[in-house]
């Protein structure tokens, strides 16, 4: 794509993506109000448990299929992948329903009424069901946005009407799999019409399965570390710390979320140019991707140290000032963040450094834990924040000196001339690498 396509295509997936801050703006309140404390916070694990359904059934597979999918060149090979996905999805799926209902019966809050429980089950099973990978990784980017916010309009219509007290808990997650089930049947409907319908078989899962198990690994452990700070914060801190912490992570976790969208649309474009040997447009989708995200790190960066104290005790209360420094604390994480997913998804991934990957992730989540359990009892809240700072930071050291090692850090905005001044001072004669793409 050129740069004013790109341009278009992300400014709609971004426009998708505020939709569902629309959508959580109206029905947060909404539930707050209507279910009370107690059934907000079963439909709240309830939705845990869908999003733990939802990590294992769908393993490592999206990044995976998103970059398989990109190289294919017709429509039997679409289907080929569209069929050996549909059906390692279904698989694992199996084993989530069946983790999900052993779930449900070993919580206290979700036993008492354990429907809510299924019924969250069903909704990370169709979850991890759905069809975005295979969209993005065709360029057709706007189908499943548009699919989504369909979606969206329809659990809001269904959760206004249906929710009236705390007794309709149990509707709010099955407001979101009815939503779910008619996205899914759309989604899936029109990838049959398009490629055909995808033919089941357990061949070839076992090696898809060992094929995304490094992203999983990388994915699902940052996914880990950042859901168990809180609770890790419980046992070393006091209260009040948790709830500072709690507070700032939310507006964190939302800066850091926004970083998401453009890799639906960079990975797969970067995936095709390699497949079809563009190396020099590949490297300059991929430069042009880090100017975005990097750009993006700094703005956050300086937004969160300019204005927590004001934003933060605004919105929240003056109770929650010192959760404005622990914000603060958290903002030099945006740089680093920003630069991690620009390496991991936009140039490991599509090159099929998985394995790297993982290795540079499971080690800078070890450097987060230590960090943690040094930091946060004597630093409370700030401490615990800027742990999560250390093991950004210590995961781009990683990645950069691999990149570096692999001659790739001329897909850095402004490396190969710094590396050619840097060569000057010092005498040396030759140019950078290419980057080692093959």
């Not at 400014?11 to 569902?20: K, N, Q, T």
């Amino acid at each position: 794509m050129d740069r004013k396509k790109s341009a278009s295509v992300i400014a709609f997936v971004y426009g998708g993506y505020l939709m569902r801050y629309v959508y959580l703006i109206i029905v947060v309140p909404f539930y707050g109000r209507v279910l009370g404390v107690a059934e907000y916070g079963r439909v709240l694990a309830a939705m845990s448990l869908m999003n733990v359904i939802w990590m294992l059934a769908s393993y490592g597979f999206t990044f995976v299929g998103m970059r398989e999918i990109s190289k294919a060149q017709n429509n039997s090979e679409y289907n080929a992948i569209f069929s050996l996905h549909t059906s390692a999805r279904l698989t694992l799926c199996a084993l989530g329903g069946l983790i999900g209902i052993i779930a449900t019966y070993c919580s206290p809050i979700l036993s008492e009424r354990p429907l809510i429980g299924f019924l969250a089950t069903a909704l990370g099973v169709v979850s991890a069901l759905n069809l975005g990978w295979l969209y993005q990784g065709r360029h057709h980017f706007r189908t499943p946005i548009m699919i989504e916010v369909f979606g969206f309009a329809v659990s809001l219509a269904l959760v206004l009407v249906l929710v009236r007290g705390p007794a309709d808990s149990v509707w709010v997650v099955a407001s979101l799999l009815t939503a779910g089930v008619l996205s899914l049947c759309i989604s899936y409907g029109l990838a049959i019409y398009q490629i055909g319908r995808p033919h089941l078989s357990f061949a070839g899962i076992t090696d898809l399965v060992k094929g995304s198990t490094m992203l999983f690994c990388y994915s699902s452990g940052s996914v880990v570390l950042t859901a168990s700070a809180t609770y890790l914060l419980t046992l070393l801190s006091t209260p009040a710390q948790v709830g500072y912490f709690g507070a700032a992570e939310r507006f964190a976790t939302i800066g850091l979320s926004l970083m998401g969208p453009a890799s639906q649309v960079f990975i797969p474009t970067i995936s095709r140019q390699l497949a079809q040997g563009d190396k020099a447009g590949a490297h300059v989708t991929t430069r042009r991707g880090a100017t975005l995200l990097l750009g993006y790190g700094l703005l956050v960066f300086c937004g969160a140290l300019a204005l927590s104290p004001f934003v933060l005790p605004l919105i929240l209360g003056e109770a929650f000032t010192p959760s404005a420094h622990v914000l603060q604390c958290f903002a030099w994480m945006f740089p680093f963040a920003a630069f991690n997913e620009f390496a991991a998804f936009y140039v490991f991934v599509p090159r099929k450094k998985d394995r790297l990957l993982a290795i540079a992730g499971a080690a800078s989540g070890v450097t987060n834990l230590l960090a943690a359990l040094w930091l946060a009892p004597r630093y409370g809240a700030e401490g615990m924040a800027f742990a999560r700072v250390i093991g950004e930071l210590s995961l781009s050291m990683m990645l950069l000196t691999i990149m570096i090692r692999l001659e790739l850090i001329t897909l850095v905005p402004g490396a190969g001339r710094a590396i050619a001044m840097a060569r000057v001072a010092w005498g040396a004669r030759g140019g950078a690498g290419a980057g080692k793409d093959d």
